[in-house]
């Protein structure tokens, strides 16, 4: 967040290949990028798991591979202590899953319930998933194989309706 603040250039690369990490320390890093004046893209090339994918939000622009994951789910944290202290813990991590979901619900436009219950059931999706739900924007495409092409010298016994169809 400290070298986001600091930074003086007009573009930020994010690369994100992540299981998440820290929910506070994250969400310094996604204040940080949402008050960047620099134009954020952030890419997701393998996985954007748990608190990384409450900090891709922070983005002008998300971009994810068609084979990479995007994932979120509700808050979790440690407790030791007497039953109040638990249920205090309780209020806090309701309270921190909440912001999460404002959070993706603000990016997406999707509506505030059908995030929570997204973040309830710990949800995960491809890259083309993410992109119809509005958690990234560009699906970078599978690789394929280059279409075949053939001339009339190629193959000299290829079957003339496939050497046709090849044209």
């Not at 990234?136 to 046709?164: G, H, Q, S, W, Y």
Request: hydrophobic residues 45%.
């Amino acid at each position: 967040a400290q070298q986001v603040a600091a930074f003086g250039g007009t573009e930020i690369a994010l690369n994100i290949n992540s299981g998440g990490g820290e929910v506070f320390s994250s969400l310094g890093l996604y204040n940080a990028l949402v008050e960047s004046p620099a134009h954020v893209t952030a890419t997701i090339s393998g996985w954007c798991a748990s608190a990384a994918s409450f900090v891709s939000m922070a983005a002008d622009q998300i971009r994810i591979g068609a084979s990479a994951q995007w994932m979120c789910h509700e808050v979790s944290g440690l407790c030791i202590g007497i039953a109040d202290d638990f249920r205090a813990e309780a209020k806090v991590l309701d309270s921190i899953t909440s912001s999460l979901c404002n959070i993706y619900a603000a990016r997406t436009g999707l509506p505030l319930n059908k995030i929570a219950a997204m973040v309830k059931a710990e949800t995960w999706m491809d890259g083309t998933a993410a992109c119809s739900n509005g958690f990234a924007d560009v699906l970078i495409p599978l690789k394929t194989a280059p279409a075949p092409t053939a001339t009339d010298n190629t193959f000299r016994n290829m079957p003339a309706e496939l050497r046709t169809a090849l044209k």
